[in-house]
């Protein structure tokens, strides 16, 4: 395997992340690859347009890097700060099919505006790292930091209140949690963390254009939750780390290799509904660790 | 399950990732790997939405492998060509060029799209590996570095070509309405040339039409732009929406003279535009009636592989790219043999070879410029003539 | 722009949009859940359609060079390239709706097994018919004009017939679900499957009818689309999918007339859009469906918002 593909794997499985968050509250909302072109967006033109990000030497500088991914993620965020009042009054299937046409809005401005370089994008984006090895490295650490950050939920008081909208979010309402407010935060969240990521990939694929963030990204993003679970943060990291490396895997195969893809992704939710990573395989994987399983 | 446990988890998943990454080698600095024959690859977006064109540059290079392979190969030792799929994505073309750059091939040939070449192209020069591209045709290509070329030229010349013919053909010409898909690259690039070459000669476009790509329906394009009473329109679409967009303005009345571009100089427009298409002046990168022996025999090889059709220029395209880097591996390998060569050092020489060569290609003669970018001799503007009943026709060439 | 221009161009966008929902907001208003595979069947029902005229397979893919040994006149080829399209439809439920629904998984699930039927279904028809283009030759429609003038108008032949065959559907569906027994049962369904159940009606039969039903429609839109502007290949009716999304939210998630009406609003929508601005011309009817959400989650014609996901 090399690194490039793994550094693909690992940007599928921010993304995955990032489209956990919101449900794991219970809000299926489809707007990563919209937040994930914006953040794109942010890094490819300040590395391109500002002299300092771009540095002199061989490599961009790594302050540039961190920089426009914390750009990326607070502009990323304050859009989703800005529509995530309204938008969150939707439910279920409303919710995601809203959060679709945002991120077809977004894709349509940033073909239409006049500094994001129309169809042919940004392109000639400066490296930070000089091989995928460096950002395979730099792209762990990050997703490390989401992973701790999510495993932290689990005993917060936020994620304890996002966890009881999951299940009832009348229930959790009437029990004092203030679920507009957790909602939101889930929401920017997720846009944050995609427009972190999207920063970042914009350096790895060297160019950046429109169609970063679109429709099939959407659903492909979703299917990365579906097919690893939804209810750990180990379960879209895995359906993630899988999806994304499942079409290159499956290379031997030639022609019939989107079929197989199909296939996987049909076949996948029907032999495991609650995805691959679920309580009891996590228990069966700790009692395997050699610890005692505690229930979750 | 407890935080621990979690934990536990996480850390062996991070630690067996770091383990697949440090697995990767690069066999830049190991002699090139002739056992099998003489490594080249080729990506192409042959799924996706941008299959068609994959579809039609796979036979291009189907056939230029055959071609180089009856006639000798490279020195005796038969050329080989790995073919993996792009998608039609970046991403999907980074991975198949890291993919194929890790074999240990001599040279590539690809993207399809403009864009994935802005996303992959920088790959294959970072890691010196000379790319041909075969239907790149937007601004900046060659210049993303040394080892990148195409051979596929932009509309710069073609353009005010079609243009000019389409004045000889009606002098009168005044009002000259534009359309194009602003999410394409490629026709984006070429109405750029297009509206210069109008204005150079007097006939500011009374109205510029935007497109998207996916569109299928153009009626309130047509009707805004038919408004404006224009004689000329010119159209820089590919074959599936430009097809649309002719065979829709002709059903609404207009009459006038229809110029395309690049994309629409392939036989795919027929199903599209069927009898509409009669009359079409294209502005051509490649024409299927050029009178050469290369041409006559990229001609007959695809007659016979694929019936009696019309060649796209896509095809023509990718036939050349192949034969460009074939051409160059022989004589590379005449003066200086591969046999032992560090691969890194033979990529290196056989980039510097094929911009150094000149090439008798169906396109008609070419050669690069130190940047890469083609030179090509013959341009032509065609019109199309279909068959009554509409299926089927040809490119007329123009004098 | 003549205000009758606009329109007519409007309602010529909007039949196509109005014809490939009705299909998709079947399956909807049944099950509560997006088909993502009802592109690639509305697809096959198109090639369906070019097969049974006697269209020959060009020289990409297996089936390099096939072509029936009979040719059936359009009309006659239309209804059965539907009951073709019917089939897939139903082996779509089989495959990625019906165990799910045994298992009373989350219908959220069936999102992505429908994604992946729809994958697999488009590959497949690259891998049999190649990625090329195909002609429903326009002489089918025999010696109609290709366009008629209409109050100073320009309309072509084909999109009004495709206005027309929607509207027809439209109407002979309505009829069939308030006057026949399975239709009210699948109305019921709809409603609430529970007290269906109870009422002694077999919800999945009623399911089972929506799909085909709705492979039937998509099938028939397929064939008439690909008339008016070709087969552009395996992925032609996926890029409907996602506008087709707007126009269910637009004219009420799982509402039949809503179907129709929502793709003639949404094909107004883009022809109002003045030219210079046509590069938003996407965006103003996705903004459209963002405001309709807000202030009318429900659509224009929807029933109140449903408790379920």
Request: net charge neutral; proline share 5%.
């Amino acid at each position: 395997m090399d690194a490039a593909l793994l550094e693909q794997m690992l940007l599928g499985a921010l993304l995955a992340l990032s489209v956990y968050l919101p449900l794991r509250c219970g809000q299926l909302s489809l707007a990563t690859p919209g937040f994930y072109a914006v953040g794109g967006y942010v890094a490819a033109l300040l590395s391109t347009r500002v002299a300092a990000f771009a540095g002199s030497g061989a490599t961009s500088p790594l302050w540039a890097l961190v920089a426009e991914m914390v750009l990326g993620g607070i502009l990323a965020g304050l859009i989703a700060l800005a529509i995530g009042g309204p938008v969150l009054q939707l439910r279920g299937i409303y919710l995601a099919i809203a959060t679709i046409a945002l991120v077809e809005i977004l894709r349509v401005l940033n073909l239409n505006l006049p500094f994001t370089g129309g169809a042919m994008g940004i392109f000639a984006i400066p490296q930070p790292f000089e091989q995928a090895d460096g950002y395979v490295l730099f792209t762990l650490v990050l997703l490390a930091l989401a992973c701790w950050l999510c495993q932290r939920l689990e005993v917060l008081r936020l994620g304890r209140a996002m966890a009881a909208i999951r299940d009832d979010e009348l229930a959790a309402a009437s029990v004092g949690i203030d679920t507009p407010r957790t909602k939101l935060i889930a929401f920017v969240a997720s846009a944050v963390l995609a427009g972190v990521t999207g920063a970042l990939a914009a350096h790895f694929l060297n160019a950046w254009n429109a169609r970063a963030g679109s429709f099939d990204a959407s659903i492909t993003t979703l299917a990365f939750v579906v097919f690893g679970g939804s209810r750990y943060w180990l379960g879209p990291v895995l359906g993630g780390l899988v999806l994304t490396a499942l079409p290159e895997l499956l290379r031997p195969v030639g022609d019939l290799r989107l079929i197989l893809f199909g296939s996987v992704i049909l076949l996948g939710p029907l032999f495991f509904p609650q995805g691959l990573v679920t309580a009891e395989r996590l228990r069966g994987l700790g009692a395997l660790l050699g610890r005692a399983p505690q229930a979750p | 399950m407890s935080v621990g446990g979690l934990q536990r988890v996480g850390t062996g998943l991070l630690t067996l990732t770091l383990l697949l990454a440090g697995c990767a080698s690069d066999p830049g600095d190991q002699p090139v790997a002739l056992a099998g024959g003489v490594p080249v690859g080729a990506v192409l977006a042959l799924t996706g939405n941008a299959n068609v064109y994959g579809q039609d540059q796979k036979v291009g290079l189907e056939l230029a492998l055959q071609q180089r392979n009856t006639s000798g190969g490279i020195n005796g030792r038969p050329l080989t060509l790995a073919l993996e799929d792009s998608g039609s994505d970046e991403p999907g073309a980074n991975a198949a060029f890291t993919l194929q750059i890790n074999r240990g091939v001599l040279a590539l040939v690809g993207p399809t799209l403009s864009q994935q070449a802005f996303s992959a192209d920088p790959i294959a020069q970072r890691r010196g590996v000379p790319v041909v591209a075969p239907s790149n045709t937007a601004d900046g290509i060659p210049e993303i570095g040394f080892f990148i070329s195409r051979v596929s030229a932009s509309s710069a010349v073609i353009a005010p070509m079609a243009i000019a013919q389409a004045l000889k053909m009606q002098p009168g010409l005044k009002r000259a309405a534009v359309f194009y898909a602003q999410d394409d690259a490629y026709s984006t690039a070429e109405t750029t040339i297009f509206q210069a070459s109008l204005k150079e000669k007097g006939l500011e476009p009374v109205t510029v039409q935007r497109t998207q790509l996916n569109d299928q329906d153009f009626q309130n394009q047509i009707s805004a732009a038919l408004r404006e009473k224009p004689d000329l329109i010119v159209v820089s679409l590919q074959a599936v929406d430009g097809g649309n967009l002719i065979r829709q303005l002709r059903e609404l009345g207009y009459r006038g003279l229809i110029v395309a571009g690049n994309g629409m100089n392939t036989p795919n427009i027929y199903p599209i535009c069927q009898k509409y298409c009669d009359g079409l002046l294209i502005a051509q990168a490649y024409s299927p009636e050029l009178d050469t022996p290369a041409n006559a025999a990229f001609l007959k090889a695809f007659k016979a592989a694929k019936g009696g059709a019309i060649p796209p220029q896509l095809t023509a395209q990718a036939y050349t790219a192949l034969q460009v880097i074939g051409e160059a591996l022989v004589r590379l390998d005449k003066r200086q043999p591969l046999a032992g060569a560090p691969l890194a050092a033979a990529r290196k020489q056989l980039m510097q070879e094929i911009l150094a060569g000149t090439y008798a290609t169906p396109l008609g003669e070419i050669r690069f410029t130190p940047e890469g970018e083609v030179i090509q001799s013959q341009f032509s503007v065609a019109q199309v003539r279909m068959d009554p009943g509409g299926r089927s026709g040809r490119f007329a060439l123009l004098k | 722009m003549d205000l009758i221009q606009i329109l007519v161009n409007g309602l010529s966008v909007g039949a196509v949009y109005g014809l490939f929902a009705l299909g998709y907001t079947l399956v909807f208003s049944v099950l509560g859940v997006i088909n993502f595979a009802h592109g690639a069947v509305f697809t096959l029902g198109a090639y369906f359609t070019y097969l049974l005229i006697g269209g020959a397979i060009g020289a990409n893919g297996l089936m390099a060079g096939f072509q029936l040994p009979f040719a059936l006149p359009f009309w006659g080829a239309l209804p059965l390239a539907g009951l073709g399209a019917a089939l897939v439809a139903l082996l779509v439920e089989r495959v990625a709706f019906r165990p799910l629904r045994r298992r009373r998984a989350d219908p959220l699930l069936a999102l992505i097994t429908s994604l992946g039927a729809g994958v697999i279904l488009v590959n497949l028809i690259q891998l049999l018919v190649g990625a090329e283009s195909y002609a429903i030759p326009t002489s089918v429609l025999g010696g109609l004009p290709a366009s008629f003038p209409l109050l100073g108008a320009r309309v072509r032949t084909v999109q009004a017939l495709l206005l027309g065959v929607a509207v027809l559907l439209l109407a002979l569906l309505s009829l069939w679900l308030e006057g026949s027994r399975n239709g009210r049962g699948l109305q019921a369904v709809a409603e609430d499957p529970e007290t269906a159940q109870l009422l002694g009606i077999d919800s999945t039969a009623m399911v089972r009818l929506a799909f085909g039903l709705s492979g039937f429609l998509a099938g028939v839109a397929g064939g008439l689309v690909g008339l008016s502007v070709s087969i552009a290949g395996p992925y032609f009716g996926i890029g409907y999918g996602l506008k087709g999304l707007a126009v269910l939210v637009l004219g009420g998630l799982g509402s039949v007339p809503g179907a129709v009406l929502g793709g003639l609003i949404v094909g107004l929508a883009e022809a109002f859009v003045p030219a210079d601005w046509s590069g938003y011309k996407d965006a103003v009817s996705y903004g459209f469906l963002f405001l309709v959400l807000l202030l009318r989650p429900r659509g224009l014609l929807g029933r109140p918002l449903p408790t379920k996901v």
